[in-house]
């Protein structure tokens, strides 16, 4: 028996205005898991009625009761492994690992979020005036419009929500048609069984052909401030492009096209387990998967050869086996496009090492490709999917120059055992995040995590976060009468 799930509209779970619901589909089994409101623009704005009327309120709460709420819900989520793993299965095609994976991260991300609470936010300034005090003070913005992606939705869904609630704003959440429970009302669940007041907190859920209009709705409404956005390049170019025609800041989490970067003094067996976790955990369905290996000629041979094995010995399939490393893609529509490049790539002289071939369903084989030349639209297309391509380098010039050609700019990761020359190299690749000595793919809650170029701008994580979601406010106090000219 599918699920059935409302809008969160005020504290209470109420149908879509015009009663239209849409299917939640499992994307191994294509049964239905649940069915959920599908909202229209009159929804959207008594979801923005509710969060504008919780703000001051919710603005004006003592920071140790909003601190509270907080990290009652982390507990709340770390109890919950088992739910989120049964959800994230059933919605997203998500393994068991990569399901408590999130839970672990998104309630340290509350955790995180409780401490900003209570961190200073503000500077004393030096004030032009005798006996005046100036004041630098942060202050929330208002309502902001949150959109949480389907692949980390536990991690996204609370990120997209924990800084701006942190920071005293209210929040309009528009989830993922693929996984609206996952990565918007179970969020909100556990926050409103933490305390969270009604209204502070509001989701709304929507069928996928009304997602343009719903997003448009929501960034347009004037009491919306802020907005932001973690998805695709392609999307997050028209949701950036709303915000800008209503003058909101925005903080856009997009694409990658990342590289890992095997360089000569790298421990080859390390380097082949960090790899395969780069491009395979998820499926690679994560916006820091690794796409290019970058391998140094000296280890080209060994690492192909080692790496190649072991991809051919990944479990493919259900999701829910708790040895199955890559499950299905999102859609049969994700694994088609997937296939697409691949074989794509091939027709333009492309070597497939392992994998390859058409998906079975929603699942698609762990591919490896060698030679894939520049007018193959692997080359550059963000895979979004269990694909690689590895490239051998002569120098570190080579590497870096590979590396930085994308428009994409989101993270990197540099395999050495040289931390000196790993930082050197690091340092010339242009992207938001590096790691060196490991791969792509890492967050943690307290970091500044976000990209470059058509990677998105802005930053989530620690205070940064805290930054992104409020406004800084100069505020003077004159301790003697001033004098004037007239």
């Known amino acids: 028996m599918p699920l059935t799930r409302e809008l969160l509209i005020g ?21 239905v898991y649940a069915t959920v409101a599908a909202a229209g623009p009159q929804d959207v704005t008594r979801a923005v009625d509710a969060a504008d009327a ?19 819900a982390a507990d709340l989520l770390d109890a919950r492994g088992e739910q989120v793993a049964e959800i ?27 401490a900003a609470i209570m961190a200073p936010r503000g500077e004393v300034l030096s004030a032009q005036e005798a006996g005046t005090l100036g004041l630098a003070v942060r ?67 929507n069928a996928p052909q009304d997602a343009a209009e719903i997003a448009e709705v929501l960034i347009a409404d004037p009491r919306v401030r802020a907005v932001n956005f973690t998805g695709s390049t392609g999307v997050g170019r028209i949701i950036g492009t709303h915000a800008a025609t209503h003058l909101k800041p925005a903080v856009l989490e997009l694409g990658g096209k990342n590289a890992v970067i095997v360089l000569d003094d790298a421990d080859v067996d390390y380097a082949v387990d960090a790899v395969t976790f780069s491009v ?12 290019r290996i970058l391998v140094h000629e000296a280890l080209a041979e060994e690492f192909t050869r080692k790496f190649t094995a072991k991809v051919a010995s990944l479990r493919a399939g259900d999701p829910a086996h708790p040895h199955t490393v890559v499950g299905p893609l999102v859609a049969a529509s994700a694994a088609r496009r997937v296939a697409a490049l691949v074989k794509d790539a091939v027709a333009r002289g492309a070597t ?28 550059y297309a963000e895979a979004f999917g269990p694909v690689c391509v590895i490239e051998a380098f002569a120098d570190d010039d080579t590497a870096v120059a590979v590396a ?38 890492a967050d943690e809650p307290h970091a500044p995590f976000g990209g470059v170029k058509a990677s998105g701008y802005g930053r989530f994580g620690g205070r940064w976060g805290i930054e992104a979601f409020s406004n800084t406010r100069w505020v003077t106090i004159a301790t003697q009468q001033a004098h004037y000219p007239f």
């Open 139 to 205: 202050e929330p913005l208002g309502v902001v419009a949150a959109f949480a992606p389907w692949n980390a939705p536990v991690i996204l869904g609370v990120r997209a929500v924990a800084a701006p609630l942190a920071a005293g704003n209210t929040v309009v959440v528009k989830p993922s048609e693929h996984a609206p429970i996952a990565c918007a009302l179970l969020v909100a669940d556990v926050l409103r069984e933490a305390g969270l007041p009604d209204g502070v907190l509001n989701v709304v859920t």
């Open 11 to 31: 504290g209470k779970d109420v149908p879509a205005a015009s009663g239209r619901t849409t299917e939640d589909i499992n994307p191994y089994t294509g049964e």
């Open 88 to 114: 994230m299965a059933h919605e997203a095609g998500g393994t068991r690992p990569w399901a408590y994976f999130n839970v672990a991260l998104a309630a340290n991300i509350l955790r995180e979020a409780a």
């Open 280 to 291: 395979f955990m998820n499926s690679g369905q994560i916006c820091m998967s690794g796409d």
């Open 404 to 441: 930085n050609d994308s428009d994409n700019g989101l993270t990197c990761g540099i395999i050495t055992e040289n931390a000196t020359h790993g930082l050197a190299v690091g340092r010339r690749v242009r992207t938001g995040i590096v790691h060196i000595n490991d791969q792509s793919v």
């Open 352 to 379: 497939v090492l392992t994998g390859g071939g058409e998906p079975e369903g929603t699942v698609h084989p762990a591919t490896v490709l060698t030679d894939v030349p520049k007018d193959a639209d692997l080359y």
């Open 54 to 72: 919780a703000f001051p309120e919710w603005a004006a709460l003592a920071p140790f009761a909003r601190r509270a709420i907080f990290l009652k």
